[in-house]
C-alpha cells in the first residue's frame, strides 16, 4: 500500500514511516553507522524489528536484521533469519548469498563454498549478472585468504567477465597482483 503525503493519508505517514530505515536500499552498508552510534543503534534495530514483525515473509527485512545483529556481535542470533529467507525464497541468490557471507564470516569456508556455489547457479539460470559478479569476487576473497591467490584472481577475473565495472573484483585483483609483483 503506498500513501500519499497530502490528503487523507497526510497524517498516517508520520506515524508509520520509518525514520531510520531505507526498506528499499539494496545494500545496507548504511546501517553500519547508525548501529556503531549509541544514539541511534536501538531506534533503527527497533524500527528493523517492526519491519519483520510487519511481514514474517519479508525477506529483505531479515536479511537486514541478520547484517546488524552481525555488527551487534550477535552473529549466532543472526542464522535463523538468514535460513528462514533461504527457505521462503529458494530460488532467489541473495538469501543464499547472505547466508554463504555469514558461513565464510563465522569459519565455516566450505559451508560458505556449498552455499555460494547454490547461489551462483540460481544467479546463473536468471542472468543475473550482478550476483554473478558479487558470487565470484567473494570466493575470490575466500581463495586468496585461504593462500591461494591464482585460484583467486581467476575468480576475481569471473567476477569482472560478469560485470567489468564491478568495483570490488577491481580492487582486490589490484591489490592481489600488486602483492604478487612484490
Known sequence: VYLRRGGADAELIPKTEY????????SYGYLAPLLKNPKTA?????????????????????LMRAYALELLGRAREALP???AAVRHSPEKPGPRISL???LAA??????????YQKALEL???????????YIYDNLGALESR??????????????????PDYAPALEHLRRLESASAQ
Open 106 to 115: 563465522n569459519g565455516d569456508v566450505s559451508a560458505a563454498r556449498a552455499a
Open 42 to 62: 536501538e531506534p533503527v534495530f527497533t524500527e528493523i524489528e517492526r519491519a519483520v514483525w510487519e511481514s514474517e515473509q519479508n525477506d529483505n527485512a531479515r
Open 19 to 26: 525514520k531510520l530505515l531505507k526498506p528499499n536500499e539494496l
Open 123 to 133: 544467479a546463473q539460470a536468471q542472468d543475473d549478472a550482478l550476483s554473478q559478479a
Open 100 to 102: 554463504a557471507w555469514w
Open 146 to 163: 585461504s593462500g591461494n591467490g591464482f585460484e583467486g584472481a581467476r575468480l576475481f577475473r569471473k567476477s569482472l567477465a560478469a560485470r
Open 81 to 83: 533469519d538468514l535460513e
